[in-house]
């Protein structure tokens, strides 16, 4: 039977067919737009209004980014240049770059000093950053630098920061070593040394004043991009330490400890900052000393770094809270006290837990530092709007400055929240 | 049977002990801290007392009821130049609210579509989200305002290319005036008491609807019966107001704003300060509540979405009945957060002249009776007691849509 049935079949394939190629729209890039964009038609008629959204915005900005000027010395003559083409006049940056980055009174001839911190600031900062990949040692770069940058830009002799930076390395000695017999002895003592150190060094350096010295520039004459920075990067690093007090002092079981922390931190948070710009501006003064040379960047100073320490205090308690009450147990049953546990298991876990939250602040303190713009004072915004657009050489360049500042701020801004989402990716991984 | 040990001694106190007893040493502790306290603010008073401006001046509230001299540009309510400083203190308050309000709601649809959008698998709208957040979220909001009210008060065509028998420009639909002084819009006007009654009827009908809503899900809940009320709500909403609308002689009319002379007349005006400062707001705040809009969405696994699925439910349930509830009380407290910064932001009207509270009492107040002090504390403590209020209605919202564990 078999046999028949072998006869009355002509052809038998022996060998597999070579596949066939997909479709040509279930493949690629037609694929792809078709199950990205074009799925279906509500998604089709997002995607053609959303070409046409960004078509609309590039066709505004390429033709004004790429027919721009960079060259000429007033706003006519860059319009001279541009002929009615709509190219932008980035001729005004590149006149007015300095005066963007460093306001209009900070000295032409001393300019190199600000730039020099800044970029020594690119070798001081990875080591804080990066510290998982680079040798411990490149830390103390981190150390040097706040005591180099404030000689740099604030000039003097080298002998105050030198001294501040020894009051600060022996009286962090004497805590180490007077620590074993109690916290707060140590603590006690480590800030007389501190203090001696100072009361002698302002003595030394009073003597000795023309020691390494650089030409003194005053507060006032800070300004710019260079004013923003300074403002936010010392607010921020004074404000961690004064958050992460308010925040164990939040959380302390003394009642009036708490209330007092409670306050004033409910008190910052809800009044706004331009609230507390007023008072370092008019207020602070009464305050103060009447005979104390507080200048306005210094009351500004304070008041900001009040505004942050509430912040970060909150995103601190975050963290603290955000602990197994297991960590609290462990640290007291191994017999150590409160100031103890605190340094060695409680605040390094918490703090890390407290990274991202304390970056957020930080973007959004550097943000708000161009509020001092409101009470006069010559920051980026401050200088646009005041020296630059009331020039008549360059009244109604508003776009191109506008751009400028907004770069500016994007890079700073964007930069440090993906690193602060790159360091969240960092630490997520050891923490299951 | 003698006891192993013996009780301790009563030796009497030692001083050791404020140090060193955990009993006593939280005592010690708060008593140095409240002298230290006391030193400190002392200290501050102290240096007040004796400062020389302050001791000329004094401190005194008596200037809030003395004419305040000077003109409000957008006024809510009754105002002259004649008022007192409490009068115009209290239109910059109401200016301050009136603006905040508006920025919550625009902030919020602003958040919610480009958050829900950012998800979309659609690559170019989520990459044109993506920009929009990350562009408006990294770059100072005092510069956006400014830089929107540059747009509103130089690119807007002046007020002439409206005016004369060829203009140049006309208002959009009829309605809407684009001008660098301001933005044109109809007003609605009510013709006596008449308008206020189709006003009432209309508030009446909204409160039914919710009845309706209540009585469908109490049926829904008690007998199962899903009762329809998409159709009859719309009715509920329309038919009444209606109603009175024409039998009261159509009390209330939309008021186009008219070229006159000189100027339009009638329509309500929109100053390019408050363009900014509401629009600002509201753009940027909108981006960080796109970000908390889609962190809440992410943060629903998909085994809900599925499950739902599985039950059988249409999409659209899916996502009104199971997603949203769970992701609310995701977004709900980063949202309050949102609200109070707008509110707080508000305050940054004084770069572009909008009149608020910082601009009346904290600005032409302040500089022209020089009551630096005592304009401060005010201005501090109006900011102080609203944040604490919309914190407090909020969390009470908040607490009803929390997850209930028992």
Same mark, same amino acid.
């Given at each position: 039977?078999?046999?028949?049935?072998?006869?009355?079949?002509?052809?038998?394939?022996?060998?597999?067919?070579?596949?066939?190629?997909?479709?040509?729209?279930?493949?690629?890039?037609?694929?792809?737009?078709?199950?990205?964009?074009?799925?279906?038609?509500?998604?089709?008629?997002?995607?053609?209004?959303?070409?046409?959204?960004?078509?609309?915005?590039?066709?505004?900005?390429?033709?004004?980014? $790429?027919?721009?000027?960079?060259?000429?010395?007033?706003?006519?003559?860059?319009?001279?240049?541009?002929?009615?083409?709509?190219?932008?006049?980035?001729?005004?940056?590149?006149?007015?770059?300095?005066?963007?980055?460093?306001?209009?009174?900070?000295?032409?001839?001393?300019?190199?000093?600000?730039?020099?911190?800044? $970029?020594?600031?690119?070798?001081?900062?990875?080591?804080?950053?990066?510290?998982?990949?680079?040798?411990?040692?490149?830390?103390?770069?981190?150390?040097?630098?706040?005591?180099?940058?404030?000689?740099?830009?604030?000039?003097?002799?080298?002998?105050?920061?030198?001294?501040?930076?020894?009051?600060?390395?022996?009286?962090?000695?004497?805590?180490?070593?007077?620590?074993?017999?109690?916290?707060?002895?140590?603590?006690?003592?480590?800030?007389?040394?501190?203090?001696?150190?100072?009361?002698?060094?302002?003595?030394?350096?009073?003597?000795?004043?023309?020691?390494?010295? !650089?030409?003194?520039?005053?507060?006032?004459?800070?300004?710019?991009?260079?004013?923003?920075?300074? !403002?936010?990067?010392?607010?921020?690093?004074?404000?961690?330490?004064?958050?992460?007090?308010?925040?164990?002092?939040?959380?302390?079981?003394?009642?009036? $400890?708490?209330?007092?922390?409670?306050?004033?931190?409910?008190?910052?948070?809800?009044?706004?900052?331009?609230?507390?710009?007023?008072?370092?501006?008019? $207020?602070?003064?009464?305050?103060?000393?009447?005979?104390?040379?507080?200048?306005?960047?210094?009351?500004?100073?304070?008041?900001?770094?009040?505004?942050?320490?509430?912040?970060?205090?909150?995103?601190?308690?975050?963290?603290?809270?955000?602990?197994?009450?297991?960590?609290?147990?462990?640290?007291?049953?191994?017999?150590?006290?409160?100031?103890?546990?605190?340094?060695?298991?409680?605040?390094?876990?918490?703090?890390?837990?407290?990274?991202?939250?304390?970056?957020?602040?930080?973007?959004?303190?550097?943000?708000?530092?161009?509020?001092?713009?409101?009470?006069?004072?010559?920051?980026?915004?401050?200088?646009?709007?005041?020296?630059?657009?009331?020039?008549?050489?360059?009244?109604?360049?508003?776009?191109?400055?506008?751009?400028?500042?907004?770069?500016?701020?994007?890079?700073?801004?964007?930069?440090?929240?993906?690193?602060?989402?790159?360091?969240?990716?960092?630490?997520?991984?050891?923490?299951? | 049977?003698?006891?192993?040990?013996?009780?301790?001694?009563?030796?009497?106190?030692?001083?050791?002990?404020?140090?060193?007893?955990?009993? &006593?040493?939280?005592?010690?502790?708060?008593?140095?801290?409240?002298?230290? +306290?006391?030193?400190?603010?002392?200290?501050?008073?102290?240096?007040?007392?004796?400062?020389?401006?302050?001791?000329?001046?004094?401190?005194?509230?008596?200037?809030?009821?003395?004419?305040?001299?000077?003109?409000?540009?957008? /006024?809510?309510?009754?105002?002259?130049?004649?008022?007192?400083?409490?009068?115009?203190?209290?239109?910059?308050?109401?200016?301050?609210?009136?603006?905040?309000?508006?920025?919550?709601? %625009?902030?919020?649809?602003?958040?919610?579509?480009?958050?829900?959008?950012?998800?979309?698998?659609?690559?170019?709208?989520?990459?044109?989200?993506?920009?929009?957040?990350?562009?408006?979220?990294?770059?100072?909001?005092?510069?956006?305002?400014?830089?929107?009210? %540059?747009?509103?008060?130089?690119?807007?065509?002046?007020?002439?290319?409206?005016?004369?028998?060829?203009?140049?420009?006309?208002?959009? *639909?009829?309605?809407?005036?684009? %001008?660098?002084?301001?933005?044109?819009?109809?007003? *609605?006007?009510?013709?006596?008491?008449?308008?206020?009654?189709?006003?009432?009827?209309?508030?009446?009908?909204?409160?039914?609807?919710?009845?309706?809503?209540?009585?469908?899900? /109490?049926?829904?809940?008690?007998?199962?019966?899903?009762?329809?009320?998409?159709?009859?709500?719309?009715?509920?909403?329309?038919?009444?107001?209606?109603?009175?609308?024409?039998?009261?002689?159509?009390?209330?009319?939309?008021?186009?704003?008219?070229?006159?002379?000189?100027?339009?007349?009638?329509?309500?005006?929109?100053?390019?300060?408050?363009?900014?400062?509401?629009?600002?707001?509201?753009?940027?705040?909108?981006?960080?509540?796109?970000?908390?809009?889609?962190?809440?969405?992410?943060?629903?696994?998909?085994?809900?979405?599925?499950?739902?699925?599985?039950?059988?439910?249409?999409?659209?349930?899916?996502?009104?009945?199971?997603?949203?509830?769970?992701?609310?009380?995701?977004?709900?407290?980063?949202?309050?957060?949102? &609200?109070?910064?707008?509110? /707080?932001? %508000?305050?940054?009207?004084?770069?572009?002249?909008?009149?608020?509270?910082?601009?009346?009492?904290?600005?032409?107040?302040?500089?022209?009776?020089?009551?630096?002090?005592?304009?401060?504390? +005010?201005?501090?403590?109006?900011?102080?007691?609203?944040?604490?209020?919309?914190?407090?209605?909020?969390?009470?919202?908040?607490?009803?849509?929390?997850? /209930?564990?028992?």
């Amino acid at each position: 039977m078999s046999d028949t049935h072998a006869q009355s079949v002509a052809f038998v394939r022996d060998t597999e067919i070579p596949p066939s190629p997909p479709p040509a729209r279930e493949t690629g890039a037609i694929k792809w737009v078709r199950e990205n964009l074009f799925s279906g038609p509500m998604n089709s008629i997002l995607t053609i209004l959303g070409l046409l959204i960004a078509f609309w915005l590039l066709s505004g900005l390429i033709p004004w980014v $790429v027919n721009g000027t960079w060259t000429g010395n007033d706003i006519r003559e860059c319009r001279e240049i541009l002929q009615g083409s709509g190219g932008g006049c980035f001729a005004v940056v590149a006149e007015r770059w300095p005066q963007l980055l460093f306001g209009f009174q900070y000295p032409d001839y001393l300019r190199w000093r600000p730039s020099l911190a800044f $970029v020594l600031l690119f070798l001081a900062v990875p080591p804080m950053l990066f510290i998982m990949f680079l040798p411990r040692w490149t830390l103390a770069l981190s150390a040097v630098y706040p005591f180099l940058a404030y000689w740099l830009i604030w000039g003097g002799t080298i002998l105050t920061p030198i001294f501040i930076a020894l009051a600060v390395l022996f009286g962090y000695f004497t805590f180490a070593k007077i620590e074993k017999r109690g916290f707060v002895t140590g603590l006690l003592a480590g800030i007389v040394v501190a203090a001696a150190i100072i009361w002698v060094g302002g003595l030394v350096a009073g003597e000795f004043s023309r020691f390494g010295r !650089l030409e003194a520039v005053e507060s006032r004459a800070m300004g710019g991009f260079m004013l923003n920075l300074i !403002l936010g990067i010392v607010c921020v690093s004074l404000s961690i330490p004064f958050g992460i007090l308010l925040a164990l002092g939040r959380q302390s079981r003394l009642p009036i $400890v708490k209330g007092f922390c409670v306050v004033f931190i409910e008190f910052v948070r809800g009044v706004p900052l331009i609230t507390l710009l007023f008072v370092a501006n008019v $207020v602070l003064a009464y305050f103060l000393p009447p005979n104390a040379n507080f200048d306005l960047i210094l009351r500004v100073i304070i008041m900001i770094t009040m505004f942050s320490s509430a912040y970060i205090a909150e995103v601190i308690r975050g963290g603290l809270a955000a602990l197994p009450k297991g960590q609290y147990e462990a640290g007291d049953s191994l017999g150590l006290d409160y100031a103890q546990s605190m340094r060695l298991i409680i605040l390094p876990q918490a703090m890390k837990i407290s990274i991202p939250g304390i970056v957020n602040v930080a973007v959004g303190l550097f943000k708000d530092t161009t509020l001092v713009s409101v009470i006069s004072m010559f920051d980026l915004v401050g200088m646009i709007r005041g020296p630059i657009l009331s020039s008549t050489d360059w009244a109604g360049v508003y776009w191109e400055l506008w751009a400028a500042a907004c770069i500016l701020f994007f890079t700073v801004c964007y930069g440090i929240s993906q690193y602060s989402q790159w360091l969240e990716r960092q630490l997520r991984t050891d923490h299951h | 049977m003698t006891t192993m040990t013996d009780p301790p001694k009563a030796d009497g106190f030692r001083f050791g002990q404020l140090i060193n007893d955990t009993r &006593y040493r939280s005592y010690t502790f708060q008593f140095i801290a409240i002298v230290l +306290l006391f030193l400190f603010f002392g200290w501050l008073i102290n240096n007040a007392m004796n400062n020389p401006v302050l001791q000329q001046v004094g401190i005194d509230f008596g200037f809030l009821a003395d004419p305040a001299g000077y003109d409000i540009n957008q /006024k809510p309510i009754e105002y002259t130049s004649q008022s007192t400083h409490l009068r115009a203190a209290l239109v910059g308050g109401i200016n301050t609210l009136i603006v905040a309000v508006l920025a919550c709601i %625009t902030a919020t649809i602003f958040g919610v579509i480009a958050g829900v959008l950012r998800l979309s698998n659609n690559w170019i709208i989520s990459k044109l989200m993506a920009i929009y957040v990350e562009m408006f979220r990294n770059i100072p909001v005092l510069i956006w305002i400014i830089i929107i009210f %540059t747009v509103a008060a130089n690119t807007f065509p002046a007020i002439q290319d409206y005016r004369g028998d060829n203009p140049t420009n006309t208002p959009l *639909l009829g309605m809407f005036a684009f %001008t660098n002084q301001g933005v044109f819009i109809p007003s *609605l006007v009510f013709d006596g008491a008449g308008g206020w009654i189709v006003f009432a009827v209309l508030a009446a009908s909204i409160l039914g609807i919710f009845a309706l809503r209540g009585y469908a899900r /109490k049926k829904l809940y008690d007998e199962g019966k899903l009762v329809k009320i998409l159709w009859p709500s719309i009715a509920l909403l329309l038919v009444p107001v209606a109603l009175a609308y024409f039998l009261l002689g159509q009390p209330i009319s939309v008021e186009n704003p008219v070229m006159g002379r000189f100027r339009f007349e009638g329509g309500f005006l929109l100053r390019p300060s408050l363009i900014a400062l509401w629009f600002a707001l509201s753009i940027y705040t909108g981006a960080f509540i796109a970000e908390n809009v889609r962190a809440g969405i992410l943060a629903i696994s998909s085994g809900q979405t599925e499950a739902a699925a599985a039950l059988g439910l249409r999409p659209g349930r899916i996502m009104s009945l199971v997603v949203l509830p769970q992701a609310l009380r995701v977004i709900i407290p980063p949202l309050i957060s949102q &609200y109070l910064n707008i509110t /707080k932001n %508000t305050s940054l009207a004084i770069a572009v002249g909008y009149m608020d509270l910082t601009g009346t009492l904290g600005g032409i107040t302040l500089n022209q009776t020089g009551r630096a002090l005592e304009s401060i504390l +005010l201005l501090m403590a109006f900011y102080l007691s609203f944040s604490l209020i919309i914190s407090a209605v909020m969390n009470v919202y908040n607490n009803s849509v929390k997850l /209930k564990e028992r």
